[in-house]
Structures are given as structure tokens and as C-alpha cells.
């Protein structure tokens, strides 16, 4: 008998978290699915080599449906499981959520899993998690859903999730819209109301607690974005303190694209179920104006909140995120550290995270009856509470917030807010469109690729097509300088998003050739030099390195690279970040030094190989 789920809505206003940078989790076993109908219908400089002279730089769907957002699924979609594989028997039942719900799936199915769940008929079956931005999951169904139609995919892959969850209801109505495209008739995604909810986070913004009495008192604070620069200009009792604001970038993530809405709805003064495309065009402007006080975008917005913390209110003294990651944040705090405070706008986004069971081929029978008995197990009390514990708001009715929900962690249980509904997807559509080609914070970002001689055998092919793919990726408001190193350092290439910037780019790619030493921390310094000589004041200015070695030939030591870094970092008018990735195994390279360039500046240290390369970099383009 099917079992039913009745929403009920929530006396209080309710809500994620997880760090997309990390998830290396073992894969699980393919699952066994039953046969399935086919588918109807400035310090000096290290000498240079030689390269042709180039022009310096110039100064100065919904939930998503874009090229480089199919780069971020790949990326994303490593993330698996960490439920202990002693615990799987029988069939899979694959449950592909958005990232904020990770945690919650990955600690509720280790206790569902250890229940040793079947069905009625006596078939064992255990769950699985896999994580992603909101974004990224509805690329990958929609990519698998035209697989399917054209025939290269089966149903019975186990390629399909049985459950899915969306961090929010835009990517979620997104994701409807783009499979009506596909399947018209077939209401393969049930409706908003049809899916049960599991967990919810409204949206707030994360300040310090010096800034935050000032922004209390706006009656709109997206509105009061366009136009003040400083928090004193918002309140007089605020610190003459630049307005630096951060927010996921929201062609991936759920909470950027709800940040983004928000704003439309804040500057136009209409309800988002009221917005036209020709409102997006009429009030874009305004919105580019918000974002030119943006200090980074990224995929994960706990990330964000964490970075926050970390690099302090000259990194970042705005960002819009979940409630719960104000939570986690205050939870984390080391000695000396600031404390932050969420400030609920008087209408916010809930993010709604639904469990979505597809009336689709490749949900078989017994995949269904066993996704009603998890859905039920997660709406249970144990679950629940994982919930809470984590920051999120329980699903249903009658469970208790828990002592997390409090001011001293920085939130308030009763908040009360107005809580908005999703656009119409060919608003949202229009929004992303505008978003990239025009409000969004241009980046100039100088990539340093180390080409020494360890970087022989699949190393550097590795290099090359991800770089092939970030070149190809490159929007209009985006432009890099390739810079590679060995013994010498040779001078930058610069590519944009032209035809003409992206063969430059392909040029340098196929003149990569491995020979000679390692001067990181050499390159490095010019990387930033270069960067200040022809910083955009309007643009996010970032180094990133990749690197396979340990410096062996700089003329300087790591000690005096971190004190020329410093003075271009945050508290600086420079702002250049510097990201870093140890490429290869483990003792070829020295993380610790390399994490070191990257705090200094802002950003974060990452480590890669051959297999993730492609993943780190399209993670990293984001944040651009």
C-alpha cells in the first residue's frame, strides 16, 4: 500500500551545512535495480625566459542550467557516502541531496542502515548519500534525463538516484521546469507540495557584532547595499569599516541563487512570483552595484561562514548564508575570534530541503517502497534530532530546536520573518543570464603552472585538459594570465573570454613542456607583482599556483615570501588572494608551505592529482 505524507506547516519560522572542498569518500558498490519499461516518449624580479610579449591586462536553470555548472558536477558529485559499507546489504537505494544536507543524510543513514532495513517482502536494501551543490544536482539528472531519452543511458544504471533533495524550492521548481522540457506530460518531479520536507534554514546575514546594530536598523539592507560603501554610512555608532560582502556563486549553489533573488526582489519592491524578465533588466543595474562590494563568490557556503571567521571583517564584514551556518561558525571559534550574529531580513528565503522520490523508469518498484520507508525514517524523532544538532530546523512538527538555537550561538529560535517563494524559472533563468554577463564582479586572476621536471609522466596531460576546460569556461567578465615556471619564469599570457584570448590560451597550453627545477616561492612573488602592477580595482584580484615540488632555486625563502605577501593581502587596498594546490603524491611537495602562501592571503590550500585535478579547478573557477 503506498504510504502517504502530509505536510504540515510550522508554528515557527525554521532552517546546512558542509564544506564542498572536502569529500573523499570510497564510492559504493553498483546497486542491483530491477528490469525496468523502456522510455516512452614590486620587490625585484627573477629573470624571465623569453615569450611573445603580450598586453597587460587593463586596469582599473532554476536552479541552473549552464556549461561550467556540468564541470562543477563532476566536481561535486565525487562527494559519496561515508556510510560504513559493513552496514550495506541488498539493493541501493541512492539518495542525491544538495550539499547543505550531507551531514544529515550521512549520519541519519549510518543509524538507518544499522536497522538493517527490507521491505515487506523480506528485500534488504541500504541507503546512500551523495553530495552536491543544489545547482550541480539538477545539471546531473537533467544531463542523465537527455542520456536516457537518447538511449546512451539505461534506466537500470545505477547512474540514477532512487530520493533527491534540493536545498531550496527555486532549484527545485528548476528542476521541474527543465524536465517538463524534456518529458512533456510526464511529471517525472513531483510538485513542491508532494515532496516532504526534512529540513529547513532560512537566510540571514552574518556580521560581526560591531556592524550588526547598524544593519538592524535598515529597513532593507540589500537596498542600503546599492549605494553606502561604509557601515558608518548605514548607522553612525558603526565603524568607519568598507562594506565587504560575500555570497555563493548561484549558478551552484542554493543559497547564491536564493541570495540573488532576494536582491531582485529587494531593489524592484515586488514579491518574486511578480518579477518579469524585463524586471531583471530594468533593476540589474542595481544589482551589480550590491556585487561590487564582493570579496569572493564560492560553491559552499559554509565555506564562506568559515572564511569569514577566519580572515576577519576586512576579508568580509556581510554574508548572505544559512542560519545554520551562523551556527557552526559561533561553534568553531578559536581564542581571540570575533563573534557573529545573524540578522533575519523582515522576508527571507526558508530553505525548504524536500525529499524527492521521481516518478520516473528508473525508479523501480521496490526502489520506491524502500525510498516511502527511508523518507519515513527521516522525518522520525532520532533523525530529527540529527537535524537540530547539526543547525538545521526540524521538518516536522513537535521537535525541539535544541540549545544551539540561542544567542549565544548567535541566532534567534523565534525569529520571525515573511517567507518568499520561488520565481517563475524563466525569471530565474533571466536572473543567472544577467548575473553572469553583467552584475557579477568581473575577476582577473593570474594562474602560475609549474612545468619543472617532476611533472613528467600523466601529470601534465592532467594540467593541460584542465586547463583546456577552464580557457573554454571563461565568461565575459572573466580574465586570466597563464603563467608557467621550472628553473625560469616565464612571462604571462594573458586569455579572456574572446575567441581570440582563448586561442592565446590554447597556445600556451601546447607549449608546456616539463624541463628543469622549482622556483615556487620566486614565481610566486612575481605572480603578485604582476598582479599589483596591473590590478583591477573593480575586479577580484587572485594568484592561484599549482605545484608538484618543493622550491629547490627561489632566491628567496619562504619566510620573507610570506612578509612581501602580506602586503598585498586583505587589510591592504591591494586584496589579492592567492589559492594554492599541491599536485601528486604526498612528500613530493611541502603542504605546509604552501598553506602558508595561501593564509597569508586569504585563501585556501587544496590538494590534488591527476583524478582531481579537473575537479579542484572548476572549484576554484567559482570563486571567481
Same mark, same amino acid.
Not at 547595499?225 to 560575500?246: G, N, Q, R
Not at 576579508?315 to 544559512?322: E, G, K, L
Not at 594573458?494 to 616539463?514: C, N, Y
Given at each position: ?22 569529500? !573523499? +569518500? #570510497? /564510492? &559504493?558498490?553498483? %546497486? =542491483?535495480? $530491477? @528490469? *525496468?519499461?523502456?522510455?516512452?516518449? !614590486? +620587490? #625585484? /624580479? &627573477?629573470?624571465? %625566459? =623569453?615569450? $611573445? @610579449? *603580450? ?12 556549461? =561550467? ?556
Amino acid at each position: 500500500m503506498k504510504r502517504r505524507y502530509y505536510i504540515t506547516r510550522l508554528t515557527q519560522a525554521q532552517p546546512i551545512f558542509w564544506d564542498s572542498r572536502r569529500c !573523499r +569518500s #570510497p /564510492q &559504493p558498490p553498483l %546497486k =542491483s535495480r $530491477s @528490469p *525496468q519499461p523502456p522510455l516512452k516518449s !614590486r +620587490s #625585484p /624580479q &627573477p629573470p624571465l %625566459k =623569453s615569450r $611573445s @610579449p *603580450q598586453p597587460p591586462l587593463k586596469r582599473g536553470a532554476i536552479r541552473n542550467s549552464y556549461i =561550467s555548472v556540468i564541470l562543477g558536477a563532476v566536481l561535486l558529485g565525487g562527494c559519496a557516502s561515508g556510510v560504513n559499507s559493513a552496514s550495506r546489504d541488498g539493493f541501493e537505494v541512492k539518495f542525491l541531496v544538495g550539499s547543505a544536507l550531507q551531514q544529515f543524510c550521512n549520519q541519519a543513514a549510518e543509524q538507518f542502515n544499522q536497522t538493517k532495513p527490507k521491505l515487506s517482502d523480506g528485500k534488504a536494501f541500504y541507503l546512500s548519500c551523495q553530495a552536491m551543490g543544489s545547482g550541480d544536482v539538477v545539471t546531473t539528472l537533467v544531463n542523465k534525463a537527455k542520456q536516457l531519452q537518447s538511449g546512451s543511458l539505461q534506466a537500470d544504471s545505477p547512474e540514477f538516484p532512487s530520493l533527491v533533495s534540493l536545498d531550496g524550492e527555486i532549484y527545485h521548481s528548476q528542476l521541474i521546469y527543465q524536465f517538463n522540457q524534456i518529458f512533456p506530460g510526464q511529471n517525472y518531479i513531483p510538485q513542491i507540495t508532494d515532496a516532504p520536507l526534512l529540513a529547513n534554514s532560512p537566510m540571514v546575514f552574518m556580521v560581526p557584532a560591531d556592524v550588526a546594530t547598524g544593519l538592524q536598523k535598515q529597513e532593507d539592507v540589500y537596498k542600503a547595499l546599492v549605494k553606502a560603501k561604509t557601515h558608518k554610512e548605514l548607522d553612525a555608532s558603526s565603524p568607519t569599516l568598507p562594506i565587504y560582502f560575500v555570497q555563493s556563486a548561484p549558478t551552484r549553489s542554493n543559497s547564491g541563487l536564493q541570495t540573488l533573488v532576494a536582491q531582485f526582489v529587494s531593489v524592484s519592491g515586488k514579491r518574486p512570483e511578480q518579477l518579469t524578465a524585463t524586471d531583471v533588466q530594468n533593476f540589474q543595474t542595481q544589482i551589480q552595484n550590491i556585487h561590487t562590494k564582493i570579496t569572493r563568490y564560492g560553491v559552499s557556503t559554509d565555506a564562506l561562514a568559515t572564511d569569514m571567521v577566519k580572515n576577519g571583517s576586512f576579508w568580509a564584514s556581510v554574508a548572505s548564508v544559512y542560519e545554520s551556518s551562523v551556527i557552526k561558525a559561533n561553534s568553531n571559534l578559536q581564542p581571540g575570534q570575533t563573534r557573529y550574529k545573524a540578522i533575519y531580513p523582515k522576508a527571507t528565503f526558508t530553505s525548504n530541503m524536500r525529499a524527492i522520490i521521481p516518478n520516473a523508469p528508473w525508479v523501480s518498484a521496490d526502489e520506491k517502497a524502500a525510498a516511502e520507508k527511508v523518507i519515513a525514517y527521516l522525518q522520525s524523532p532520532p533523525a530529527q534530532k540529527i537535524a537540530t544538532e547539526l543547525g538545521l530546523r526540524p521538518g516536522v512538527p513537535g521537535v525541539e530546536l535544541g540549545a544551539k538555537f540561542s544567542p549565544e550561538y548567535g541566532v534567534d529560535p523565534n525569529a520571525k520573518y515573511d517567507s518568499l517563494r520561488p520565481p517563475q524559472p524563466e525569471v530565474v533563468a533571466a536572473m543567472l543570464k544577467s548575473w553572469q554577463e553583467f552584475a557579477k564582479k568581473p575577476s582577473q586572476v593570474i594562474v602560475v603552472v609549474d612545468s619543472s621536471g617532476s611533472m613528467q609522466g600523466n601529470k601534465l596531460p592532467a594540467v593541460q585538459s584542465t586547463l583546456r576546460q577552464y580557457i573554454e569556461s571563461l565568461g565575459p567578465k572573466e580574465k586570466i594570465a597563464l603563467v608557467d615556471f621550472d628553473s625560469a619564469i616565464r612571462s604571462p599570457i594573458v586569455v579572456d573570454g574572446t575567441p581570440e584570448g582563448k586561442e592565446r590560451g590554447m597556445q600556451f597550453i601546447a607549449s608546456l613542456q616539463v624541463d628543469g627545477g622549482t622556483k615556487l616561492y620566486d614565481s610566486a612573488l612575481y605572480a603578485r607583482n604582476w598582479l599589483a602592477s596591473n590590478l583591477r580595482k573593480d575586479a577580484i584580484n587572485a594568484v592561484v599556483i599549482l605545484t608538484d615540488g618543493e622550491d629547490s632555486e627561489s632566491s628567496i625563502n619562504l619566510e620573507q615570501l610570506q612578509q612581501e605577501l602580506a602586503k598585498s593581502n586583505f587589510n591592504s587596498d591591494k586584496r589579492i588572494a592567492f589559492f594554492t594546490v599541491g599536485y601528486g603524491n604526498e612528500g613530493e611537495f611541502n603542504p605546509e608551505a604552501l598553506k602558508k602562501i595561501a593564509r597569508v592571503n586569504g585563501g585556501y590550500y587544496r590538494k590534488g592529482d591527476p583524478a582531481t585535478i579537473s575537479t579542484l579547478m572548476s572549484e576554484l573557477q567559482v570563486e571567481f
